[in-house]
C-alpha cells in the first residue's frame, strides 16, 4: 500500500472538489467544504467498485482514511483559496502530487515483512479437553461466532476444520463459508500443551468471489506460513 494512494491522492481529491466549488462561491462555510469533499470521495470510492479497481472488503477498510485525507486537503484548499493571492498555483501542486509522489515510491525496493499475531484465551477447563477440542474442530453454528465488522463487509466465517489423524503429518482442513477451503499441515505435536502447523493453500482451493484479490491468502499480497 502506497504512501500516495493511501494518503496524497484522496488529500488531493479533497482540494480539488473544494477549489471548483468555491471557484462558484467563495463565502462556502467550512461545514460545507466539509460537504464537498467528503461526498467527492464517496464518487471516488463508489467509482473504484463499479470499475473493479478495488473490491468492497479494501473499500471498506480504506473508507475512514480515504474521507479524513478528502476532508483535511478539502481544508486546507478553502484556506488557501481565503488567504493565499494564487490558489490556482497551490492546486496544481497538489493536483500533482499523486503523480510525483508515486514515482518515487516507486524507485524504492519493496521489503517483504512478516507479522506474528498472539491470541490468549483463559478456558476454565482442564487442558486435555481444550487440546482434543483444538485439534479436530466440528461444524460450528453461526450463532457461535455472532456477528463482526469483518462478516459484515463480506469475509467469510468458519463452519469447521476436521483432522484426519493425529500426531506430525496429520492434516486438518479448515472449511470456511462461500466454499473456502484450506490445509493445516500438523508439524509439531505436544499433547496437550502444544499444536503447530502450517498452512498449505493449493491453487484454486479458495474461489475468486470469496475474497477480494487484494486480502486473498496465499497469492500474491497475503502468504500464510505457520499458526501454533
Not at 493536483?95 to 516507486?106: D, N, Q
Request: proline share 7%; glycine share 8%.
Amino acid at each position: 500500500m502506497s504512501v500516495s494512494f493511501l494518503f496524497v491522492a484522496p488529500f488531493a481529491v479533497g482540494a480539488i472538489a473544494v477549489f471548483f466549488a468555491m471557484s462558484y462561491n467563495q463565502a462556502l462555510p467550512i461545514r460545507k467544504q466539509v460537504a464537498v469533499a467528503a461526498f467527492t470521495m464517496l464518487f471516488f470510492l463508489v467509482s473504484m467498485f463499479a470499475l473493479f479497481l478495488e473490491g468492497f472488503v479494501c473499500i471498506a477498510l480504506l473508507a475512514p482514511v480515504f474521507f479524513l485525507g478528502a476532508i483535511l486537503g478539502g481544508l486546507l484548499m478553502g484556506l488557501i483559496i481565503k488567504y493565499a493571492s494564487r490558489p490556482r498555483s497551490a492546486l496544481c501542486t497538489i493536483a500533482l502530487l499523486p503523480l510525483l509522489v508515486g514515482p518515487i515510491e516507486s524507485r524504492e525496493p519493496i521489503n517483504p515483512s512478516q507479522h506474528c499475531v498472539t491470541t490468549s484465551i483463559v478456558i476454565n477447563a482442564p487442558s486435555e479437553v481444550v487440546f482434543s477440542q483444538l485439534t479436530s474442530v466440528g461444524d460450528i453454528r453461526p450463532d457461535e461466532l455472532g456477528t463482526a465488522f469483518v462478516h459484515l463487509i463480506g469475509l467469510p466465517k468458519p463452519v469447521g476444520a476436521p483432522m484426519d489423524g493425529q500426531g506430525i503429518g496429520a492434516v486438518r482442513t479448515s472449511r470456511w463459508e462461500k466454499g473456502v477451503t484450506f490445509k493445516e499441515k500438523i508439524t509439531e505435536w505436544g499433547s496437550p500443551r502444544r499444536l503447530h502447523y502450517v498452512f498449505e493453500i493449493p491453487p484454486h482451493s479458495i474461489p475468486k468471489e470469496a475474497l477480494d484479490r487484494h486480502v486473498e491468502l496465499g497469492v500474491k499480497y497475503i502468504a500464510l506460513f505457520s499458526c501454533c
